[in-house]
Nanobody, 115 residues
Framework: QVQLVESGGGLVQPGGSLRLSCVAS????????MGWYRQAPGKERELVAT???????NYADSVKGRFTISRGNAGSTLHLQMNSLKPEDTAVYYC?????????WGQGTQVTVSS
């Protein structure tokens, strides 16, 4: 089992920045990839960014150039630096870890971009 706890969400004005963090605990060995997903009201959950254990990254087109995903040295922490935020980035952001072909999810953290 893997437990994931996100933090760092909040209210920010358009053009502002936020940094999300996710701490993984439990059986974190053999985690092959981690990522951030988001779900806006009335919409399906969508991929934001992922990073493999080897460091390869993948981003949704809507966030390329604005968001940066990274992992801590021990591999148990995940970050998402979000710059130039837009109102359409408003959503609940979820951390995900994939281990032995099973996905694990955090509880989510709310990000609201509004003036």
């Amino acid at each position: 089992q893997v437990q994931l706890v996100e933090s760092g969400g909040g209210l920010v004005q358009p053009g502002g920045s936020l940094r999300l963090s996710c701490v993984a605990s439990g059986s974190i060995f053999s985690i092959t990839s981690m990522g951030w997903y988001r779900q806006a009201p009335g919409k399906e959950r969508e991929l934001v960014a992922t990073i493999t254990s080897g460091g390869s990254t993948n981003y949704a087109d809507s966030v390329k150039g604005r968001f940066t995903i990274s992992r801590g040295n021990a591999g148990s922490t995940l970050h998402l630096q979000m710059n130039s935020l837009k109102p359409e980035d408003t959503a609940v952001y979820y951390c995900r870890a994939d281990r032995l072909y099973l996905p694990y999810w955090g509880q989510g953290t709310q990000v609201t971009v509004s003036s």
